[in-house]
């Protein structure tokens, strides 16, 4: 797929079993699936465009070309997209990052009272604007920058992702 018109697939969402939810918005739903296929773990976000005006469906598919577009360490990656119920809802293959968010752990060690250790603070945001500054060089803005946004990965680093209100500069 190139920046202007991402290529959709039609594999059909039988080619992934759905291991259980892994968030969601206004009208998306994230979940953790593994493909048949290669056995590996993704996350899917399930967007209902078939109740979505006519901006909205420009902002989704915006999402979508600016993630094939994309690939950096620090920005979750684009995999596939694909439709899916006669059309109405648009599946998007991404990169899963199996810790959660930053605003969860934030919020667990809040609640434990606890703090997090400096220097994965100073990690997360090193890799946070490294992940900014390659957005910025490709003239996109992301315009939605917070904790829920950055996903953690296993190998203790940091993904930037939920591009969904980006512009091109």
Known sequence: ANATHPTFFKMPMHDFDVVGPAGGGAFSSVFKVRRKGDQKMYALKRVNIGKMSKKEVEDTLNEVRFLASLRHPNIVGYFESFLDKQGKDLCIIMEFCGCGDL???????????????????????????????????????????????????????????????????
Request: charged share 30%.
């Open 103 to 169: 605003a969860a752990k934030v919020e667990r060690y809040r609640k434990r009272r606890q703090y997090i250790d400096e220097n994965v603070i100073w990690a997360y945001l090193v890799q946070t604007l490294s992940a900014l500054h390659h957005l910025h060089k490709k003239g996109v803005m992301h315009r939605d920058v917070k904790p829920a946004n950055c996903f953690l990965t296993r190998d203790g680093s940091i993904k930037l992702g939920d591009m969904n209100v980006s512009k091109r500069l």
